[in-house]
Structure formats: structure tokens, C-alpha cells
């Protein structure tokens, strides 16, 4: 059974700060999802990694994924605090073939204060 | 482009009831997902329809929980009967292919409360 693990599972920041999220998954996946998602909200896609390697950067975020070391990380360069919300990381469960649902880690709580 | 639609967004009754919900993907969106996610949990995968067939409900309480996709659009999901542990929010998701990796665009959920 896939496992996905977030750590730390809550986090308070200032702002200005710089911080990583962490996400383990217990079996192999070149697939992996960060989404991001608002108190009483959906949830919102910020990026797909889909290799060993992969980098993606969107504003003061970038991910990475390392398949051998199963890890993916979620960095936040000087916070500010719009980007206070709760993150996921979800891997795609089959890594191909037509099923691709999501095993989602518990999410990591960010709070960011002025 | 319009975004995946759910209803009804809220929604309470007692246990031992029955309650639906319903979801229409965003145009062209052959594959459809549902999940459920308990306050303070990562949302956890029911079931995936690609078009109007199921390709995956190893994770469907099929004893209580039925869903359908008739004619490749719309899907509904049913819980019955329900039970308190059934309280959570029930998301939809589509994407445009399936099994390829596409990103998983997310409706706005629907609020189960079971009393």
C-alpha cells in the first residue's frame, strides 16, 4: 500500500523567511502533484513533476522530485502572507496505465505572520 | 473555461438516510474522479471513471457507496445508508485524458454532515 508522508504537518513562519516542505512516498512513482489548498476551498494544482530530477518553479515556490530517494520537496522563498494556506503532495498510486488516482500525504498546515 | 461543478455544496442528514450528490467535469474531460476527504485529512481516492466505464473502485465501500457516469459527462455518487463516519467533504475531480499524467482539476466539493 502506498504511503505518502508530509513533514512538518504544521508550520509557522514570518514573513521573509525562507522554508521546506517534505513529502516521502513508500513506493516507486515518477509521478507526483503538489496542490495547495484554502480554509472551506478545493484545492488548487500548483505544479506535476514527472521525472527523476524534475524542478518547477512558480513565483516564491519551486518543487523537486527525486524518485530514488523517493522525496519531494516544496520550497518557499521569502514568504509573504498570501501564501498561508494548507499544501498537499499526492503520487499518482500506478505511475501508468489507465488508473492515476492520487494518494495524498495529511498536508502541511502553513501559517505565515507578518 | 468553466471549472468542475458540484451540488448540492452542503448537505445534512441522519444516519441510516441516503443522499446523492452530483458532479459535471469540465468540457472534454474524459476522466473523472472521486474523492473523499475527512477534516484534516488528504483527500483519499473512491473512484475513476474513464468516460463511462470504471477503471479503478478498489477504494469504494461498495456495500454503501455506488456511483455512475452515464453517457461520459455528469456523474452522481450515492451513499446508502449512510453513517456518522461518512461526515466529510466528497470532491470531484476531471482531467483531460487519464493514465497520462494530466493534472487533476478539482470542483468545490460537497459538505456531507451525518447526524
Redesign the interface.
Known sequence: ELK?EQNPLFLSMQEGKNYTIYCNYSTTSD?L?W?RQDPG?????LF?L?SNGAVKQEGRLMASLDTKARLSTLHITAAVHDLSATY?C?V???S????????????THLIIQP | EAGVAQSPRYKIIEKRQSVAFWCNPISGHA?L?WYQQIL??????LI?F?NNGV??DS?LPKDRFSAERLKGVDSTLKIQPAKLEDSAVY?CAS?LR????D???????TRLTVL
Do not use: C, I, N
Open positions: 505518502v509521478r502533484y496542490y476551498k478545493s484545492l488548487e494544482s506535476v514527472l498537499f499526492a499518482d498510486m500506478y501508468g496505465g489507465g488508473a492515476d488516482g492520487l494518494t495524498f500525504g495529511k498536508g | 476522466t474522479y484534516g485529512q488528504g483527500p483519499k481516492l475513476q474513464q477503471v479503478d477504494q470532491l482531467s487519464g493514465g497520462l499524467a493534472t487533476q482539476y478539482f470542483g468545490p466539493g
